[in-house]
């Protein structure tokens, strides 16, 4: 079974620039989570799908984050414009169901470095 | 709201130790408790996880967990590391109404030969 898949791996930019990321979940997985992690940090959920809904942003930083999930797939997370502080490695998980106890799987993460 | 405290930020032991990382959480309701492993340049892999029963849990890589409500702890324990044990480990608990998992702030381990 295909784990789930993000790119691209690492990505270097300038701040005010904008950045966009990808994930594929695991096939038939209905939940998708994107989340942050900083350095010396554990990960912080930024939003959670359920299919193509959006089940919890709360922790979305509206102004600069959008993110979206077309057809209950695949997703994308986009910043812009990108500041200092979102250097970060950003982790798409995803799960079967995203009930209770249900495990969530997570991709390998991306490296965003913002100079 | 939930959290998780872990309050070793990092520990060495020596390859063939015994090891024990410590984990605190906070939560109302009963808690469905998680730790999961990160190695360098790789995303979170589930080691075990505590729903109820059995207070002692057994994971993958000889991994075990011990849950003390009494104490709100849930701490990772090995009875012997290996080089290959060397990674961040992560404390989390799930709760809320959409289920969502809290992330302690991570032990590092190195394990020394």
């Known amino acids: 079974e295909a784990g789930v898949a993000q790119s691209p791996r690492y990505k270097i930019i300038e701040k005010r620039q904008s950045v966009a990321f990808w994930c594929n979940p695991i096939?038939?997985?209905?939940?998708l989570y994107w989340y942050q992690q900083i350095l010396g940090q554990g990960p912080k959920l930024l939003i959670q799908?359920?299919?193509?809904?959006?089940?919890?942003d709360s922790q979305l930083p509206k102004d600069r984050f959008s993110a979206e999930r077309l057809k209950g797939v695949d997703s994308t997370l986009k910043i812009q414009p990108a500041k200092l502080e979102d250097s970060a490695v950003y982790l798409c998980?995803?799960?079967?169901?995203?009930?209770?106890?249900?495990?969530?799987?997570f991709g390998p993460g991306t490296r965003l470095t913002v100079l | 709201a939930q959290s998780v405290t872990q309050p070793d930020i990092h520990i060495t032991v020596s390859e063939g130790a015994s090891l024990e990382l410590r984990c605190n959480y906070s939560y109302g309701a009963t808690p469905y408790l998680f730790w999961y492993v990160q190695s360098p340049g790789q995303g979170l892999q589930l080691l075990l996880k505590?729903?109820?029963?059995?207070?002692l849990v057994q994971g993958i890589k000889g991994f075990e967990a011990e849950f003390k409500r009494s104490q709100s702890s849930f701490n990772l324990r090995k009875p012997s590391v290996h080089w290959s044990d060397a990674a961040e480990y992560f404390c989390a608990v799930e709760g809320g109404s959409n289920y969502k998992l809290t992330f302690g702030k991570g032990t590092l381990l190195t394990v020394n030969p």
């Open positions: 505590y729903f109820s029963g059995d207070t």
């Open positions: 998980a995803s799960s079967s169901s995203g009930r209770a106890r249900d495990e969530q799987f």
């Open positions: 096939s038939g997985h209905a939940t």
């Open positions: 799908f359920q299919n193509n809904g959006v089940v919890d």
